[in-house]
């Protein structure tokens, strides 16, 4: 099945598809299928994590660090709008020494992280279900920790019921004082609302959301007047060199699906096996019953 992610794929579909051997996202996205019910399906859900998507990304996360730190948008406003004071210049920061937060920590949180070495940041803290190897300058820890010392905080999860509402008003409120929040992963994960109030408290000192809980957001949204936002539809890391990835990326897919081999892009490998037993007995088939999809 090659499919958009903007179709909804229930599991009730998915059980009724006794011969589905694969899933193929022409996107990144691959939300709008319970993957995890895939994979206990034996199905391989692959999608369009190109090196070239994952980067672009990557870049604008630490484009928007930089000028969310750097008070880009009020310096923008007060170019337009000549103030008597420059405030913006007097309380905007570099990168440099400054304590980086990662939540969550896959592809783009990983190449964002290689990019910030050349800012010279200083400690690098991520909160993850899989710590990785090979990055012995990133301290894994618990979410507490990354929220109260992090000069910066990046959104790398996905959206799931164990991080819907994760960063709702406790949590932003335990920030460190001062900090910035960025958001390129998926909308729902930031309490919206809750983040609007604790701009407006001074509590943080800016946020960068690429995407939100409703998509595209309504015109007054409670972030749009608050005090140095960046807010992008859900684009901010869109490239033409991203776009022209991604067609090859799904033939290659999907024609590895049907040719027998694993796709390049595959985000359930934990179904490899399950996958494999399937295709090596092409007799065994799938049927649903009133209980449910039963194996014979």
């Known amino acids: 099945m090659l499919i958009s992610s903007r179709t909804v794929l229930s599991n009730d579909l ?9 899933i193929v996202f022409g996107s990144i996205g691959t939300n709008s299928c319970d993957v995890d019910h895939a994979t206990s399906r034996g199905i391989l859900v692959a999608n369009g994590a190109t090196s070239e998507n994952v980067e672009s990304v990557a870049e604008a996360t630490v484009v928007l660090m930089a000028a969310l730190l750097g008070e880009l948008l009020p310096k923008i406003g007060e170019f337009r709008h000549p103030p008597g004071r420059q405030v913006a210049a007097l309380s905007s920061r570099m990168l440099r020494g400054r304590t980086i937060g990662f939540l969550g ?4 949180a990983r190449q964002a992280h290689r990019r910030l070495q050349g800012w010279s940041v200083g400690r690098t803290l991520a909160w993850t279900r899989t710590p990785a190897e090979g990055f012995p300058d ?3 820890t618990d979410l507490a920790t990354v929220l109260a010392h992090s000069d910066v905080v990046s959104v790398h999860l996905p959206l799931s019921a164990r991080t819907r509402g994760l960063l709702d008003h406790r949590a932003l409120a335990s920030m460190k004082s ?3 929040l960025v958001n390129t992963a998926r909308g729902g994960i930031v309490d919206e609302q809750a983040l609007a109030e604790v701009l407006r408290s001074g509590h943080l000192a800016g946020a960068a959301l690429d995407t939100f809980a409703q998509e595209p957001p309504p015109p007054d949204h409670p972030l749009a007047q608050c005090h ?7 684009n901010a890391g869109h490239t033409g060199d991203l776009f022209a990835s991604l067609v090859p990326a799904a033939v290659e897919n999907t024609t590895a699906l049907l040719d027998g081999r694993l796709p390049a892009y595959l985000a359930n490998r934990e179904a490899v096996d399950q996958w494999r037993s399937r295709i090596s007995n092409p007799h065994r088939r799938s049927r ?3 209980r449910g999809a039963i194996e014979e």
């Open 105 to 108: 920590f896959g592809r783009i």
């Open 288 to 290: 649903t019953g009133t």
């Open 138 to 140: 990133v301290e894994f």
């Open 178 to 180: 001062g900090a910035v």
């Open 228 to 234: 140095n936002t960046i807010l992008t539809n859900h």
């Open 14 to 22: 998915l059980d009724w598809a006794p011969r589905l051997r694969g």
